[in-house]
C-alpha cells in the first residue's frame, strides 16, 4: 500500500524558514506530478507548488519567490523550502503526488498534513 509521510512543519516567526518534506513508500512503479498543497482555518485547500517527474515547476502566485519545490526521484521524495514567511503562510500543508502502484495506473494519494504557523 502506498503511503505519504510529510512532516518538517513547526512555529516560526515571520521573515523566518522552514523546509517540508514528503516521503513515499510501498509498492511504487512510478511517481508523476509532486505538489504541496495548503488549507487555512475556514479556507479550502490550494494549491502551493507542483513538480513533475522532469523537474518542471509551477507555483501559485502567493509564493513565487519565496518558495522553492524539489523531489529526488530516487529516494522518492519531494521537499518544500519555504523562507520570507509570512503570517498569511499559516496553514495545514499537505504532501500530494501522482503513483502507479499494483493495480492503480496513476492514483492520487495524500499526506497526512503538517502545521505550518508563522507569527507576526
Known amino acids: 500500500q502506498v503511503q505519504l509521510v510529510d512532516s518538517g512543519g513547526g512555529l516560526v516567526q515571520a521573515g523566518g524558514s522552514l523546509r517540508l518534506s514528503c516521503a513515499a513508500s510501498?509498492?511504487?512503479?512510478?511517481?508523476?506530478?509532486m505538489g504541496w498543497y495548503r488549507q487555512a482555518p475556514g479556507k479550502q485547500r490550494e494549491l502551493v507548488a507542483t513538480?513533475?517527474?522532469?523537474?518542471?515547476?509551477f507555483y501559485a502566485d502567493s509564493v513565487k519567490g519565496r518558495f522553492t519545490i524539489s523531489r529526488d526521484n530516487a529516494e522518492k521524495t519531494v521537499s518544500l523550502q519555504m523562507n520570507s514567511l509570512k503570517p498569511e503562510d499559516t496553514a495545514v500543508y499537505y504532501c500530494?503526488?501522482?503513483?502507479?502502484?499494483?493495480?492503480?495506473?496513476?492514483?492520487?494519494?495524500w499526506g497526512q498534513g503538517t502545521q505550518v504557523t508563522v507569527s507576526s
Open positions: 500530494n503526488a501522482y503513483i502507479r502502484t499494483v493495480g492503480v495506473m496513476n492514483g492520487n494519494y
Open positions: 510501498g509498492i511504487i512503479f512510478s511517481i508523476n506530478t
Open positions: 513538480i513533475s517527474s522532469g523537474g518542471s515547476t
